[in-house]
């Protein structure tokens, strides 16, 4: 089993930048493909971005493409979601999801019953 827990969200103005981390404890990271989510109030749990084992094979939403860069450091057991020119819409609750991958390095998952471990989440607010 693996831990996740974010860090990183706050309170930024329309245009700024953040970082959020996933730390990630219990067994060896690298041998978990990842992925970023968030939920918004009123609305359902969506996908934001996913990496494969290998920080090569990324993929993501079409809403935050261009803005925001998924990555990870297996040495560290961390992933990141590096997110710039933030909107208000990317007001959301932001977790980060995890999940065993023994076969490829390359594939990745970007739906939310793919993924059998979570974070807590940690609160994103854009203000204009």
């Known amino acids: 089993q693996v831990q996740l827990e974010e860090s990183g969200g706050g309170l930024v103005q329309d245009g700024g930048s953040l970082r959020l981390s996933c730390a990630a404890s219990?067994?060896?990271?690298?041998?978990?493909?990842m992925g970023w989510f968030r939920q918004a109030p009123g609305k359902e749990r969506a996908f934001v971005a996913a990496?494969?084992?290998?920080?090569?094979?990324?993929y993501y939403a079409d809403s935050v493409k261009g803005r925001f860069t998924i990555s990870r450091d297996n040495a560290k057991n961390m992933g990141y979601l590096q997110m710039n020119s933030l909107k208000r819409a990317d007001t959301a609750l932001y977790y980060c999801?995890?999940?065993?991958?023994?076969?490829?390095?390359?594939?990745?998952?970007?739906?939310?019953?793919?993924?059998?471990?979570w974070g807590q989440g940690t609160q994103v607010t854009v203000s204009s």
């Open positions: 219990g067994r060896s990271f690298s041998t978990y493909a």
């Open positions: 999801a995890a999940r065993a991958e023994y076969f490829s390095a390359s594939r990745l998952y970007i739906k939310q019953e793919d993924y059998d471990y």
């Open positions: 990496i494969g084992r290998s920080v090569a094979f990324t």
